[in-house]
């Protein structure tokens, strides 16, 4: 082989490197919030509690990923929005109603069925106070929300996938859930990114590409205000 043909191999191969990076970093990197930013602090009265109320689903139904698993959220109008990026105001008390009605599996990593960062480090499904979680009994866990910088993490215990469960968000409370409650306060002004740590992006090497990595789906952000 000529040199002029393997000098033209080598900078194929990294043209393509090339290409399949900047598909990687556009595909499962980029953020993009398909319902924008949604506003919990200008009809929230100074000191009082925000009534934080979200939906988790195995599929959302509608839209460019209709397969991929999400997060909504209820606005403060009680319309739901498929956003993961909420304005709430500082120093206040968060009291969250989590609707799941996704299936779940065994936690790769057991600490993540612990509850921590809340109020009590304890959170309630189903009228039931618990702290912990064994995703080796019952029917695993769904899905989590873990605040890293405010020390949260809460485990989303899932519902028996047996049954014909909600396809298209938002669900209704006639089909197969389950509902969490918990409180947690909020720091100082800030941004905090929130996560879900239960590799849940089907198809995905390891479950964490799609939904897992694009805001909108499986993560997004606590935008605190003073």
């Not at 968060?94 to 057991?110: A, C, H, K, M």
Request: aromatic share 10%.
């Amino acid at each position: 082989m000529s040199m002029g043909k393997r000098l033209a191999g080598v900078l194929s191969f990294f043209v393509v490197a090339a290409a399949l990076v900047v598909w990687a970093v556009t595909t499962l990197i980029t953020p993009g919030s398909p319902g924008g930013v949604v506003d919990f602090t200008s009809a929230q009265t100074a000191g009082t509690p925000v009534n934080l109320t979200l939906m988790t689903v195995g599929s959302i139904g509608f839209g460019s990923h209709p397969t991929w698993v999400s997060y909504m959220v209820k606005s403060p109008d009680g319309q739901w929005e498929h956003s993961t990026v909420w304005d709430l105001p500082a120093n206040s008390t968060i009291n969250v109603t989590v609707e799941q009605f996704d299936s779940g599996s065994p936690l790769r990593n057991q600490v993540l069925g612990q509850v921590t960062g809340t109020v009590g480090d304890s959170a309630v499904l189903n009228g039931k106070t618990y702290s912990e979680y064994n995703s080796n009994t019952g029917f695993g866990v769904a899905h989590t929300f873990a605040v890293p910088a405010l020390g949260i993490e809460v485990p989303f215990i899932g519902v028996d996938g047996s049954l014909t469960l909600c396809g298209v968000a938002p669900c209704k409370l006639s089909q197969p859930h389950n509902t969490i409650t918990f409180s947690f306060k909020t720091h100082g002004p800030g941004s905090y990114s929130w996560q879900c740590f239960v590799p849940c992006g089907l198809g995905y090497l390891y479950g964490n590409g799609g939904p897992m990595s694009t805001q909108g789906y499986m993560g997004g952000f606590l935008n605190v205000e003073s």
